[in-house]
């Protein structure tokens, strides 16, 4: 099982960045694939996460209306659309995998593979 997360790059808020999350070894459509961040000095925190049973998607309230998860069964990748940036969602973006039910409960501790992250600027 191998998860590669891609596209972070430096942008200025309001900005846009499309972050990528590749699956391979396993069906993407097998589990739940959520994104996470880790600021510098901080705890790794959920952003959002799309459910393999029903496709529902789950946000964090802080990006909720700003960001969007959506996933590619054919490609088998799954992306984070993210507009409006803001400073503050300056971090290293890790996409990860569970086989739970479904995404409700989600978190770092529950996930069962990692990608590599990759870094989100935010900065003028």
């Known amino acids: 099982v191998q998860l590669q997360a891609s596209g972070g790059g430096l942008v200025q808020p309001g900005g846009l960045l499309r972050l990528s999350c590749a699956a391979s070894?396993?069906?993407?459509?097998?589990?739940?694939i959520g994104w996470f961040r880790q600021a510098p000095g901080k705890a790794r925190e959920r952003v959002s996460c799309?459910?393999?049973?029903?496709?529902?998607?789950y946000n964090e309230d802080s990006v909720k209306g700003r960001f969007t998860i959506s996933r590619d069964n054919a490609e088998n990748t799954v992306s984070l659309q993210m507009n409006s940036l803001k400073p503050e969602d300056t971090a290293v973006y890790y996409c990860?995998?569970?086989?739970?039910?479904?995404?409700?409960?989600?978190?770092?501790?529950?996930?069962?593979?990692w990608g590599k992250g990759t870094q989100v600027t935010v900065s003028s």
């Open positions: 990860a995998v569970d086989r739970f039910y479904d995404c409700s409960g989600y978190g770092p501790t529950r996930m069962d593979y």
């Open positions: 070894g396993f069906t993407s459509d097998y589990y739940n």
């Open positions: 799309i459910s393999k049973r029903d496709g529902r998607t």
